[in-house]
């Protein structure tokens, strides 16, 4: 799905775009049944709780995630995060960028090398849990940025291309306790094209 019905999907409880085994060996089934149905399951759940009777009721999720805080805004942005994050994988997934997106990787960082190096170092460096992420202005600069908890770059007006989620539910069950493995190992299924299409759409 894209960013647009993303925005339109407070309450709903988005389907994986792949069936359950589709991402392994990088992630298991066990880990998405866990992931999906209960850690992004439960943050949708609760908002929907949270919300219901308030003037939350009748946003979009990006709306909520925008204009709250506390537990409607983690519950919120947590939702909105787990979607992105779901969507970029593919067990088709195109492998390298091309494009705009390319030009735009090459002229911050140099190469993609570099782009995924910085983003492994980010994680590593984040305390606790988060998210790292891959984000554009609206002139289509890219930054490389961590977010504690439920935090997204939504929130400083960038605009997300890409997402780790290095929240230790999301890769202990098959790494364990080692995050550098899991962050270098998404790669081999974070498909370009949604990332270059979401690129095109935020600076188009
Ligand atoms: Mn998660």
């Known amino acids: 799905m ?13 389907e994986l775009p792949y069936a359950y085994d ?4 990088y992630i298991s089934a066990e880990t998405l049944h866990f992931h999906h149905d209960k850690h992004y399951a439960g943050y949708v759940a609760k908002l929907g709780e949270l919300i219901e009777g308030t003037r939350y009721a009748t946003m979009s999720l990006e709306d909520i995630v925008l204009n709250s805080e506390g537990a409607i805004f983690n519950n919120a942005a947590q939702a909105w995060n787990h979607v992105f994050y779901f969507e970029q994988l593919s067990p088709h997934a195109k492998h390298k960028p091309s494009g705009e997106l390319r030009r735009a990787i090459d002229e911050e960082f140099g190469s993609l090398e570099e782009l995924k190096r910085r983003m492994t170092a980010t994680a590593l460096s984040l305390f606790g849990s988060g998210w790292v992420w891959l984000a554009t202005d609206r002139d289509g600069t890219l930054f490389i940025l961590a977010t504690q908890n439920a935090g997204t770059p939504l929130t400083d007006g960038l605009i997300p291309i890409m997402t780790i989620d290095v929240w230790e539910h999301a890769y202990y069950l098959d790494y364990r306790n080692i995050r550098k493995e899991a962050v270098e190992d998404i790669w081999n299924i974070v498909d370009w094209r949604v990332l270059e299409d979401r690129y095109a759409a935020a600076v188009g």
């Open 22 to 25: 589709a991402l392994e060996p």
């Open 2 to 14: 894209t960013m647009t019905t993303l925005a339109a999907v407070a309450l709903t409880l988005v």
